[in-house]
């Protein structure tokens, strides 16, 4: 009978394929079809503004000084007597990402000192120039009414939307996830979002402000 089993070999492995007919699917039709992103997903960067409408970038360089794949370039420069661009006595002059080399750490969000810099839920960014793979400051820094930009046009594949997910821009988390800041307002008002909920914690039990009802952290 060994010639019948050395017959049938090539075909044992389609018992597998049968078998996984039969299962639900796992996947999903993409790019028809997204998954919903956790509120601190690291995607496309942008340079937020304060409620008046001035920078929050000082132009300090240690979002530059801590990238440890060196992609992003900063120089600062004394803000103007009259017209003051930022809040502090520098602005980010020049401000480049470049995408290629970034990974997407968020290390650049937790070293910003006056939270200008946060993530958002956008990362399909594909081009087929090298160049439009950086981002300058007219390409990161939003509008005056906190609206993003985006030097890319909208397609099937990038989802313009997902800049605009206020709420959900990836912030630099609570020093060590310490229970301490949980129910602590940790970020200062943005432009569009305005001011942001406390520290939910990471663990246990928390209050919603919105439905009295006690959650999961």
């Given at each position: 009978m060994s010639w019948f089993a050395d017959l049938l070999g090539p075909f044992r492995g389609f018992a597998v394929t049968l078998r996984q007919v039969t299962r639900p699917r796992v996947t999903i039709k993409y790019p028809d079809e997204k998954r919903v992103k956790p509120d601190r997903f690291h995607g496309r960067h942008v340079l937020n503004r304060n409620l008046d409408g001035t920078e929050k970038c000082i132009g300090c360089e240690l979002c530059a000084g801590v990238c440890p794949a060196k992609c992003i370039y900063v120089r600062g420069a004394d803000?103007?007597?009259?017209?003051?661009?930022?809040?502090?006595?520098?602005?980010?002059?020049?401000?480049?990402?470049?995408?290629?080399?970034?990974?997407?750490?968020?290390?650049?969000?937790?070293?910003?000192?006056?939270?200008?810099i946060t993530m958002t839920h956008l990362f399909e960014m594909s081009t087929t120039n090298r160049d439009d793979a950086i981002y300058t400051k007219d390409d990161l820094l939003v509008e005056p009414d906190g609206t993003p930009n985006h030097p890319q046009p909208d397609s099937k594949l990038i989802d313009l939307n997902e800049l605009k997910i206020g709420d959900g821009w990836m912030r630099a988390t609570s020093p060590s996830g310490r229970a301490a800041y949980a129910g602590v307002v940790q970020w200062t008002p943005s432009a569009r979002t305005g001011a942001l909920p406390a520290e939910r914690g990471q663990s246990g039990q928390v209050n919603d402000e919105d439905s009295g009802e006690e959650t999961d952290g």
């Amino acid at each position: 009978m060994s010639w019948f089993a050395d017959l049938l070999g090539p075909f044992r492995g389609f018992a597998v394929t049968l078998r996984q007919v039969t299962r639900p699917r796992v996947t999903i039709k993409y790019p028809d079809e997204k998954r919903v992103k956790p509120d601190r997903f690291h995607g496309r960067h942008v340079l937020n503004r304060n409620l008046d409408g001035t920078e929050k970038c000082i132009g300090c360089e240690l979002c530059a000084g801590v990238c440890p794949a060196k992609c992003i370039y900063v120089r600062g420069a004394d803000n103007p007597p009259d017209n003051p661009v930022s809040e502090g006595e520098r602005y980010g002059f020049v401000y480049e990402i470049n995408m290629l080399r970034c990974i997407f750490c968020a290390l650049c969000v937790e070293a910003c000192p006056t939270e200008a810099i946060t993530m958002t839920h956008l990362f399909e960014m594909s081009t087929t120039n090298r160049d439009d793979a950086i981002y300058t400051k007219d390409d990161l820094l939003v509008e005056p009414d906190g609206t993003p930009n985006h030097p890319q046009p909208d397609s099937k594949l990038i989802d313009l939307n997902e800049l605009k997910i206020g709420d959900g821009w990836m912030r630099a988390t609570s020093p060590s996830g310490r229970a301490a800041y949980a129910g602590v307002v940790q970020w200062t008002p943005s432009a569009r979002t305005g001011a942001l909920p406390a520290e939910r914690g990471q663990s246990g039990q928390v209050n919603d402000e919105d439905s009295g009802e006690e959650t999961d952290g």
